[in-house]
């Protein structure tokens, strides 16, 4: 993978906000057509002019605490005061925000949770939060009848077809569920129905829950901002959200390779 060095991001001005060329709705995004190419983090694209100072700093997180960051950012009335500061700050609004979503059921079950020894050596797929906010660089395109989805971690690719779910899951349980893709707007909505029981240290959900994922462009194309939703009211009071944003990279390239190569079975 490789990515362009581009002007860095007006870091200066991160009280006051970056400023964005202007922008015009294309035709793409009226289409749906927004979504498609390849989209990397600021793991890879760090310097991308689309990035605000917000995404460096609350990456992965959930999207109250995402806005939280930005108000505080926004607010002149911090400008004595240091990143990490506000940083914390906005975090503590996620962890207690992720407290009061659990049940007791939830909590009782994320405190049973015992870690393998080494998982840095296992070779598990990831989990669907784990798919859509890894860091490594995605993939879409988009035909009349399909979604592919082609994520870099562990070189993952699914294709979902375009229609509206069903009304209800059926079937076994499985790692990404039964997956339909549709278009709301410029956004494109991906809804998995019946996915397998999430187990790691941050979350425990049960069998059978709803996963939605959405993507949505900007409208000069060149950011895409993506909330994943875990709908389980068994382990959570409401949806469990999380955001993530990508910026458009086209010079940065997904190759296949093993994923396992080198790791115990």
């Known amino acids: ?18 400023v964005h060329w202007a ?13 498609e190419g390849v989209w990397s983090t600021t793991l890879n694209a760090e310097d ?3 990035w605000r100072i917000e995404d460096h700093i609350c990456g992965r997180c959930a999207p109250v605490e995402y806005e939280y960051l930005r108000d505080l950012l926004a607010d002149s009335s911090n400008s004595d005061r ?23 059921a939830g909590r ?38 399909e979604v592919i989805l082609h994520h870099h971690i562990w070189n993952t690719v699914r294709t979902v077809a375009l229609r509206e779910p069903p009304g ?8 990404y569920g039964a997956a339909t893709a549709r278009f709301e707007g410029p956004t494109l909505v991906v809804e998995s129905l019946n996915v397998s029981a999430i187990t790691t240290g941050n979350v425990s ?24 939703t875990l709908d389980d009211p068994a382990t959570y009071r409401e949806p469990r959200v999380w955001h993530t944003a990508r910026v458009l990279t086209p010079e940065v390239e997904l190759f296949e390779y093993d994923p396992c190569e ?3 079975e």
């Open 1 to 18: 993978m490789r990515a362009s060095r581009v002007t860095r991001p007006c870091l200066a001005m991160a009280l006051a906000g970056c």
């Open 23 to 35: 922008v015009t709705e294309s035709t793409m995004a009226q289409d749906g057509r927004g979504v």
């Open 48 to 50: 991308h002019p689309a």
């Open 82 to 104: 240091t990143l990490p500061e506000l940083s914390q700050e906005a975090s503590q609004v996620g962890a207690a925000y992720e407290r009061e979503l659990l049940t007791d």
């Open 108 to 145: 009782e079950r994320l405190q049973r949770f015992q870690p393998a020894e080494d998982t840095a050596r296992q070779c598990r797929p990831p989990f669907p939060h784990q798919l859509v906010m890894n860091p490594l660089p995605i993939s879409i395109e988009v035909n009349d009848e």
């Open 168 to 175: 209800a899951a059926s079937g076994e349980s499985s790692l």
């Open 205 to 228: 959900t049960v069998d059978g829950i709803r996963v939605v994922e959405r993507y949505t462009p900007s409208l000069d194309g060149s950011r895409l901002d993506i909330e994943l």
């Open 262 to 264: 080198g790791l115990d």
